[in-house]
């Protein structure tokens, strides 16, 4: 089956299978990994030094550069140290993942 077919929920699954224990993968994680992922496409298309989530305002700890290729290995299903860098956004939000 092609990756592009696979649910939200499918690829988390097999990235948090992929992240040798960094990603929880229960749906609770997974809801706060959506979040996480909005925020990263935020940063990703934008230049500002800083980001808002939920009527708080963040200064960015990635590069959007970084944002965009943390998208990229989420939907290939790709763990490495740059799909890390989203822990980074995670903890700064709070959020497990």
Sequence with gaps: MNLSNWSNHS??????DHSSGKLVGNYKTFTNFLKVKEVINNIAFSDKGT????GDIYNRKITSTDAKIILTNIE???????????????NQL????
């Design 76 to 90: 290939e299903c790709t763990w490495n140290d740059k799909t890390s860098l989203m822990l980074l956004v995670a």
């Design 94 to 97: 709070k959020l497990r993942i």
């Design 51 to 54: 980001y808002s989530s939920d």
């Design 11 to 16: 690829k988390y699954v097999v990235l948090t």
